[in-house]
């Protein structure tokens, strides 16, 4: 057995030294360490050895076998970094080729229309209130003053989802929302996707957004709202844009009105407005009275303004689009104009 120790060896040093490839270098690691390999034979061979003689051929086998392994890993670490560099040499990198353009997105002009109105109001001291668009008619109509039998109601402009349930027509169901829950002052906007059973047009749509507005305080009056809305328009149509109140009726608001302002062919309507109606705080006022804390919404001692825009409408007249569909097409070439 030593002397084939002493064989195999040898022809695995010799053999070793010829290798050029990751492949012969395994075929040689199986032809020894392998199921059927010499290094495992002998191995077993081992076991017709007696006692003493058995250690002895039993360490110079495993002597060998971790020589073997160690020149194996050595010699396969030279041949892959010779292959690696190989590689490298050969492969070449043809600058020639144009790149791959990579596109930019845009903020949607409507989002763009949007932040712009929630900052302007921001820096007036309004912040931000949220509800959901899945609402129940108490807080998209009856709170809000809207008779029992108002059209509104009617299946034709809302979608009902069942029961009580509806999507909200208007983002107004947020003032009710926030004023149950946090007492005067209030100083808000609410933005949000609002829903009617519309027919698509170039003025249409049965998803639309709205920035609602809510400023409610002990000595709130109508100069006030005619300040902000004027320093609205300043700030989104510029300062020479002229303004108009013209009288109008909502359920919520009394007196009401809607804003115009001057375009090239005559007045646009922007927005629709109101000093906030008693009956909506007296609503609200029962909410605190039922939850048993004091009422902080007294119609004889609070007061209040309210307004609604449509952000896709600000955003048409803002950019003098005339088609409200361009909006949701999401034409690359139409968005890629509002690039911000
Ligand atoms: N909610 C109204 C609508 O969707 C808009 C509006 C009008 C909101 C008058 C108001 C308001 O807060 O005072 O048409």
Redesign the pocket.
């Known amino acids: 057995m030593n002397e084939q120790i002493q064989e195999i060896k040898k022809s695995f040093s010799s053999g070793l030294s010829r290798v050029k490839s990751l492949e012969a270098l395994q075929k040689i690691r199986v032809s020894l360490l392998g199921k059927k390999g010499k290094i495992t034979l002998l191995l077993k061979k081992l076991t017709t050895l007696d006692g003493s003689k058995r250690k002895e051929v039993g360490k110079k086998i495993n002597d060998l076998k971790s020589h073997i392994e160690n020149k194996l890993l050595e010699k396969e670490n030279i041949l892959k970094e010779k292959e690696s560099k190989k590689a490298l040499s050969e492969s070449t990198i043809d600058i020639t080729l144009p790149g791959r353009p990579q596109n930019v997105g845009t903020i949607h002009p409507l989002t763009q229309t949007e932040k712009m109105i929630i900052d302007v109001f921001q820096s007036m001291g309004f912040s931000v209130a949220e509800g959901p668009e899945v609402e129940t008619d108490y807080y998209n109509f009856e709170a809000l003053n809207f008779p029992r039998d108002h059209p509104a109601r009617d299946m034709q402009d809302t979608f009902f989802v069942e029961g009580d349930l509806l999507l909200r027509?208007?983002t107004?169901t947020v003032?009710i929302r926030t004023m149950e829950q946090k007492a005067p002052p209030i100083r808000i906007v609410s933005p949000g996707k609002v829903y009617r059973c519309d027919d698509i047009d170039a003025t249409h749509s049965p998803i639309f957004h709205?920035v609602?507005?809510l400023c409610v305080g002990p000595d709130i009056h109508f100069q006030h709202f005619k300040g902000t809305v004027e320093a609205f328009i300043a700030n989104i149509f510029g300062k020479d844009t002229k303004v108009r109140f013209r009288p109008s009726f909502?359920p919520?608001?009394e007196p009401?009105a809607e804003v115009d302002i001057m375009g090239p062919d005559g007045w646009l309507e922007i927005m629709?407005?109101?000093m906030v109606d008693p009956n909506v705080f007296e609503n609200v006022g029962k909410k605190w009275k039922d939850r048993g804390e004091e009422n902080p919404y007294d119609p004889d001692k609070i007061s209040g303004f309210?307004?609604?825009m449509g952000v896709e409408r600000i955003a048409m007249l803002l950019h003098q689009v005339n088609d409200m569909r361009l909006f949701y097409e999401n034409d690359i070439r139409f968005l890629k104009q509002f690039g911000k």
């Open positions: 027509t208007h107004s003032q709205q609602e507005g909502f919520f608001t009401s629709g407005c109101g309210a307004f609604g």
